[in-house]
């Protein structure tokens, strides 16, 4: 698998505070990749260091194994960005800007432009002063997906938008997913993530967390088990890795981490089983665990 | 008050505390400007001083620039009809702008940023933030008024009288409240706060421009001007007290203009319409350049038509001239003697000042740039094969560009009329006209070039060219008055070019200033290139 994006050891200072302290990831061709982490822990401004926006401290950061500083034109030449906050030239109209954007991205297909103002219901003869900031993100997503590119860079991309609009897009990434197209998805929108990614990338406060794919991560997880069996469900929790444990008659509800599973399921098969439910960690739990630190 | 109204005394305290340090720097820094020259002034009276000023300030371009005053003779001419003369119509222009976007900046531009959104939500009549606004700079102005009075009177110079100060001190604060009326009903009617801000300068720029031709050709006209009921009270000569009666009519007739026109509106909207746009851009949009002009086109009209006005209204002047020196002998005599034409000599100095202007342009094309940065335009733009250098280099290129155009609209509108008013008699063609405005263009390449540095290496410093614009203009405008020594008046980067046609091209000098300002703009460039953007 080729690496398309590649950050190591990357440090980003504003003034005396440490924006990033140790980002190292990578982006592989075709993978989908969620990038999560709490307010302020430095998802933009890693993404901004991708575009040559802003220059790094140190470590270093390549796409398509070109520096992002140096080589940043041959880059920007097979990628698309959106931020979460897509400000717009209020006297332009939508359409307008879609097209400077697509021009200047070095052209992207016409028809699909047209196709995606049409699935996004946007009025592209509105002036963008008037659109809401969910149209004015439309702008910007309609931009990004109807460019071809190799490399789709969405920084919160879906902020403002309606549910309905927001399921648009998943499937739009979808389809590029499809098509073997890398994409880093910065989100606060779980579900979405979830959805979309390949591989989740946790930061927080400058740093790298947790990397992997969900599968992976909610091994480092517990789940939720729901037991019933015909002998006392009581002894289950003196087993190793139960928690929360909470019994009803011979019906019990727990977490349980998922290394001891099948020490669990071993005694429990001695019991007899009535009922056996688990339900894996949400991206969620995963999530508040290490927002919560 | 009623409902509308409801609660604006909080709003104002609130707004007086937040800013009280700018109100304090406001107050202190217009007020000593405006009455803190006196000693300067004395200076300048001693011995035949007053007696040669008088005849100095005769000569129409000195007219067009600071007004006329009432003294008919140098004996009238005392320093305090000096002082008001010289220094009333400037101080109250400041004082206007000032309040102008003191307004807007708590008006208008609050409802941009969403702000007052927040503010209505609470128990707050609808109109209260406005009220509260206009008072706030209604309280300022007089405060301002006593401090210039005072700051007169501290200087107990005999010709400097209680009454004559406490008026200068009113036309100064009235100025400012005029301003901030203007300022208020334009926020209504223009769609957004730099509308509203660059429409309400326009006017006043306008009614100062006219009063130059006026105060050269009828003085009587310029009583129609709302600018001239600010400078024409002549303080310390004749204390006429009634041009300031008839402002505070006219700004009451505004304020009320102004929030009828509020309360008929939403919030967020003006008079203005809004059409509807294209669907697909057109061809022209489609580039860094397409884009770049698209979003300044409305700044350079408007100042390229300002420019043409500007030169028009000092052009009309050439006409009267003639008449004038007529009826003056010692000016005649003083021009006889230096050698060159009162025609010639207006050419020299009045094209200082109009290039002087003309620099305003692209030092606001060259800021955009930061401001589309700071507005997070940028972000997506820099993502695609856009480079650094393109966006600098065009941006730095129509700056360059609507300089020069600049330079010709104002060449232009000067020769032109100056020509049409005078005909055949006129020594000068359009060449000399074009030869005294280009001869300046270096000046404005070196503005350019500075702001081009704070761009790329400070932009938080790019207004600080603006600052630096107005002391060189400021030292250009009373250079011509006041006996500056030499080292002080080169500060400004004008005065290092001999003005045309008084004085003989320098082509050291031009190619002198042009290169460094080319070596400006290269280091702004590095900056730029390498700096962290906002987006
Ligand atoms: N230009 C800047 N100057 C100074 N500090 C900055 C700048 N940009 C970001 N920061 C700081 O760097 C840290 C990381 O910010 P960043 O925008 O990358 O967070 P984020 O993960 O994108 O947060 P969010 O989820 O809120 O979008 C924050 O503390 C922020 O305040
Ligand atoms: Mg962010």
């Known amino acids: 698998m080729s690496e398309i994006v590649t950050i190591q050891g990357l440090q980003k200072n504003f003034g005396k505070l440490q924006a990033l302290r140790d980002v190292n990831f990578t982006v592989n061709a075709g993978e989908v990749v969620g990038f999560i982490g709490p307010n302020g822990s430095g998802k933009s401004t890693t993404i901004r260091i991708l575009l040559g926006i802003i220059k790094r401290d140190a470590g270093q950061a390549k796409i398509f ?3 992002v500083w140096k080589d940043s034109l041959e880059i920007h030449k097979r990628i698309s960005y959106v931020p979460g906050d897509v400000t717009l030239w209020g006297s332009l109209t939508g359409g307008e800007i879609i097209d400077l954007f697509l021009k200047l991205h070095g052209g992207g297909d016409k028809k699909k432009r047209d196709y ?4 996004f219901e946007l009025d592209p003869k509105k002036k963008a002063k008037g659109y809401s900031k969910g149209n004015r993100q439309k702008v910007g997503l309609i931009a990004a997906l109807s460019a071809d590119s190799d490399l789709y860079i969405f920084d919160e991309p879906t902020s403002g938008l309606d549910p309905l609009m927001e399921a648009i897009f998943q499937e739009e990434v979808e389809k590029l997913k499809n098509a073997g197209k890398s994409i880093l998805l910065s989100s606060h929108i779980l579900s979405e993530v979830e959805r979309l990614a390949d591989k989740v990338v946790i930061i927080r406060q400058g740093e790298i967390v947790e990397t992997g794919t969900l599968d992976e991560l909610r091994h480092l997880t517990r789940s939720t088990v729901t037991l019933a069996t015909e002998g006392d469900v009581t002894e289950i929790a003196a087993i190793d890795g139960v928690f929360d444990f909470q019994q009803k008659d011979n019906e019990a509800t727990f977490s349980v981490d998922n290394q001891y599973l099948n020490d669990i399921l071993a005694r ?12 894996p960690p949400t991206l969620e739990d995963l999530f508040m665990r290490h927002y919560e630190g | 008050m009623n409902e509308k109204f409801a609660r604006w005394s909080t709003l104002f305290f609130l707004s007086l505390k937040r800013d009280w340090k700018k109100i304090v720097f406001w107050v202190l820094g217009l007020g000593l400007f405006s009455a803190g020259f006196v000693p300067a002034f004395e200076e300048i009276t001693k011995g035949q001083g007053l007696a040669a000023m008088f005849e100095t300030l005769q000569n129409p371009a000195m ?11 140098a004996s009238e001419y005392t320093l305090g009809a000096m002082y008001s003369h010289e220094m009333l119509l400037f101080c109250a222009l400041c004082a206007m702008i000032i309040s102008v976007l003191h307004v807007v900046g708590h008006t208008r531009k609050e409802e941009d940023l969403g702000l007052t959104e927040l503010v209505r939500s609470f128990q707050i009549g609808r109109q209260a933030n406005s009220l509260a606004a206009m008072m706030q700079v209604l309280f300022i102005n007089i405060v301002l008024a006593l401090f210039v009075s005072g700051v007169l009177m501290s200087f107990g110079a005999d010709a400097i009288t209680v009454e004559g100060s406490l008026l200068f001190g009113a036309s100064v604060g009235i100025a400012g409240i005029l301003g901030g009326a203007i300022a208020l009903v334009l926020a209504q009617i223009m769609p957004a706060s730099s509308g509203a801000t660059g429409a309400s300068l326009g006017i006043i720029g306008l009614l100062y421009i006219i009063r130059a031709g006026t105060d050269v050709s009828n003085v009587d006209l310029s009583m129609i001007n709302p600018l001239g009921w600010t400078y024409l009270t002549y303080p310390f000569v004749e204390n006429n007290w009634v041009p300031l009666i008839i402002a505070l009519i006219f700004i ?3 304020m009320i203009l102004a929030f009828t026109l509020e309360g008929a509106r939403d919030m967020g909207a003006g008079y203005l319409p809004e059409r509807e746009g294209r669907s697909h851009a057109k061809r022209s949009l489609l580039s860094v350049r397409g884009l770049f002009t698209k979003i300044n086109k409305g700044v350079i009209i408007s100042w390229l038509i300002a420019f043409v006005i500007m030169g028009a209204a ?5 006409g009267d001239m003639q008449t004038f020196l007529s009826s003056n002998e010692m000016m005649q005599q003083m021009f006889t003697h230096a050698g060159i034409s009162i025609e010639e000599s207006f050419t020299g100095t009045i094209m200082m000042v109009m290039i002087g202007l003309v620099s305003i342009l692209p030092i606001v094309i060259v800021n955009k740039l930061f401001a589309e940065e700071s507005r997070m335009h940028l972000g997506q733009i820099i993502a695609t094969k856009v480079t650094r250098g393109q966006l600098y280099w065009t941006n730095i290129g129509l700056a360059i ?35 005294a405005g280009f001869n300046f263009l270096p000046s404005v390449l070196f503005f350019t070039g500075l702001a081009a540095l704070a761009l790329g290496w ?36 004008q005065s290092w070019i001999p003005p045309m046609p008084i004085e003989e091209f320098d082509a050291f000098i031009f190619i002198t200033i042009t290169v460094i300002s080319i070596v400006l703009l290269i280091i702004g460039y590095l900056g730029y290139k390498r700096r962290d953007l906002l987006a």
């Open chain 1, 65 to 67: 194994g070109k520096d």
């Open chain 1, 116 to 119: 995606l103002i049409k699935r």
């Open chain 1, 268 to 279: 429990a098969s001695k019991l007899g089983v009535k009922k056996f439910e688990s339900v």
């Open chain 2, 63 to 73: 007219i067009a620039m600071v007004g006329p005053t009432p003294a008919q003779s």
């Open chain 2, 252 to 254: 009451i007739i505004m």
């Open chain 2, 314 to 318: 000092y052009g009309s002047i050439y």
């Open chain 2, 401 to 435: 560009v609507a300089g020069v155009v600049g330079i010709v609209v104002s060449v232009i509108g000067l020769g032109g009329t100056a020509i049409a008013s005078v005909g055949d008699k006129l020594t000068m063609g359009m060449a000399d006209f074009f030869a």
């Open chain 2, 458 to 493: 400070a932009p938080k410093l790019g207004k600080l060219v603006y600052v630096y614009l107005t002391y060189s203009f400021l030292l250009n405008y009373f250079g011509n008055i006041l006996d500056l020594p030499e080292w002080f008046s080169k500060t400004a980067i």
